[in-house]
């Protein structure tokens, strides 16, 4: 059904058809990954026949971030790419959920690497999306022979496209052994993230997740769960540095992100964690979030920006 439509891009400041959206071989972006982007979800509800974009300014705003990390001019406020995803979802005309891919990079072309006065773009697209684990209700993960990048090298605080050949390796290791996803870690070896999720545990009661100067991405979904943990559920949530070793003795383990969205782990290098399937506190928030994002929970409505 996708190759029939009509499908469009946001590129060099106009929306046109996806194939005029093109980069030179030459372009820096392609050549060093001096780019940085954003994944964000849009999710149909069937009963209001409505599409919602979910904590989309959010998003905006860490992009903003990483692009002052790399030192890329990006032509548009927070709210101006609000507006030109709400723009690209109408013309899409989509009436499932997606995901909205916007991409800021150097796009000069020639060779010299650096970053200051280099020629900027701003692209964006979006596709249709579903899982993106299979066993989102059991996922099984080994903890990456590979370490995470860290912060006074690569800083896993800007999602810069480069970095995620990090992400990569980790997740094709972890997949060619077999397992789901990877658990990653620091240099100094303790838990990060997962290779494109945040990571979270509970041990007796409290959630438990790596703080941001452990070499993680500030994820949204990590800021929106820690929330409805507290409010909604009414537990502890405590950030602090995590062991290798209580992945294998907590309660409860999961992986989140706008991609993975609430994906629950089975085990860890084999140990199960817990009882192996999903536990309590896991599920609350797994089904509080699927409820959230897709705009019916009113409390939570402010956070789903409508597109039709
Ligand atoms: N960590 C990494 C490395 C990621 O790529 C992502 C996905 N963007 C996340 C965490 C989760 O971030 P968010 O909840 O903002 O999608």
């Avoid at 896991?282 to 009113?298: A, E, H, N, W």
Wanted: with cysteine; charged share 25%.
């Amino acid at each position: 059904m996708a190759s029939n439509r009509n499908r469009f891009a946001f590129f060099e400041g106009k929306f046109v058809p996806i194939e005029e959206a093109k980069v030179s071989i030459m372009c820096h972006g392609l050549n060093y990954g001096t780019g940085c982007f954003e994944g964000i979800r849009a999710y149909w509800n069937e009963d209001e026949k409505q599409l919602f974009v979910f904590r989309m300014l959010e998003h905006y705003e860490r992009l903003h971030n990483s692009c002052a990390i790399l030192l890329i001019e990006l032509p548009h406020s927070v709210q101006d790419l609000g507006d030109l995803t709400i723009e690209l979802l109408r013309r899409e005309g989509i009436k499932e959920d997606m995901y909205v891919r916007p991409l800021a990079f150097k796009s000069q072309e020639g060779i010299g690497v650096r970053l200051k006065g280099i020629k900027d773009s701003f692209a964006m697209f979006a596709i249709p999306f579903g899982r993106y684990i299979e066993r989102e209700e059991g996922a099984k993960v080994c903890v990456s022979s590979w370490r995470r990048i860290y912060d006074t090298s690569l800083p896993a605080r800007a999602k810069c496209t480069g970095a995620y050949i990090n992400s990569a390796l980790c997740k094709s290791e972890a997949e060619m052994n077999g397992f789901d996803e990877a658990i990653v870690l620091t240099r100094g070896g303790s838990v990060s993230e997962g290779s494109a999720e945040n990571f979270f545990m509970v041990r007796d009661g409290v959630l438990i997740t790596p703080s941001v100067t452990s070499d993680i991405l500030e994820g949204v979904t990590r800021l929106t769960l820690m929330q409805l943990a507290r409010d909604e559920l009414h537990i502890p949530v405590k950030e602090r540095s995590i062991d290798r070793t209580e992945l294998y003795v907590c309660d409860e383990a999961f992986l989140c992100g706008t991609g993975v969205q609430v994906a629950a782990i089975a085990s860890v290098d084999n140990r199960p964690v817990g009882d192996g399937h999903i536990g309590p506190i896991t599920k609350k928030l797994r089904d509080m979030y699927y409820d959230i994002v897709r705009g019916r929970v009113p409390k939570y409505r402010a956070w789903c920006t409508p597109v039709f």
